[in-house]
């Protein structure tokens, strides 16, 4: 799955991840997620799934944010599976502009984008709202440390 596009921010790229970004996705995982980081095995499956889009932000030649998302086709949704920005590059709009490039690419095939996001995840949530995703549904106890996961969905087929 292709993003098309080069999207130009500020003083940043979004653009297609490849399988040679594949460390700097690995360590961008390690630094946005202490407790949930996918492993090297799993990014790799990622990276070569032929189904899984990535989208990849980068400043000064440096790969500071990283998704993927699949379209599910049965359900016409597009399902946000990560999405990470470098610690010290959050706050400037690269998460918002990564999710928006990703429901861009998707929107021709599907009705809704969705995600999952832990319950105490409070700043991703924000995102998520201020860009127009609702809760749906809760999956109890979802994360290793029973944690709830909370479900959102935006949809896509509004203007
Ligand atoms: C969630 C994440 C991807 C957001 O990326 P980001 O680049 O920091 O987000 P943006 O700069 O695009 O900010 C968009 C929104 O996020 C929220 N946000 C950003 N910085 C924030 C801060 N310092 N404090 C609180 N909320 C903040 C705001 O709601 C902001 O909306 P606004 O533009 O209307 O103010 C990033 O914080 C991250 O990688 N977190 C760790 C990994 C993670 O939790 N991923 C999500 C898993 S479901």
Redesign the pocket.
């Known amino acids: 799955m292709n993003a098309g596009a080069v999207v130009i921010g500020n003083t940043y790229t979004i653009s297609d991840a490849s399988i040679f970004d594949l460390v700097g996705i690995w360590r961008l995982e390690q630094a946005?997620?202490p407790k949930d980081a996918y492993d090297l095995f799993t990014l790799l499956n990622l990276a070569l799934a032929p189904n899984v889009m990535r989208l990849k932000a980068v400043i000064d030649n440096r790969l500071v944010?990283f998704l993927a998302g699949e379209a599910v086709r049965y359900e016409r949704a597009g399902w946000?599976i990560?999405?990470?920005?470098?610690?010290r590059?959050?706050?400037?709009?690269?998460?918002?502009?990564?999710?928006s490039s990703a429901e861009q690419a998707m929107r021709s095939r599907i009705a809704s984008m969705k995600?999952?996001?832990?319950r105490s995840?409070?700043?991703?949530i924000?995102?998520y709202?201020?860009?127009g995703y609702r809760w749906i549904s809760t999956y109890r106890a979802y994360y290793h440390d029973g944690e709830d996961g909370l479900i959102m969905e935006k949809d896509l087929t509004m203007a």
């Open positions: 946005c997620f944010g946000i990560t999405i990470g920005v470098s610690p590059y959050q706050g400037r709009g690269i998460g918002r502009l990564l999710l995600l999952t996001v832990r995840n409070t700043r991703a924000a995102l709202e201020h860009t």
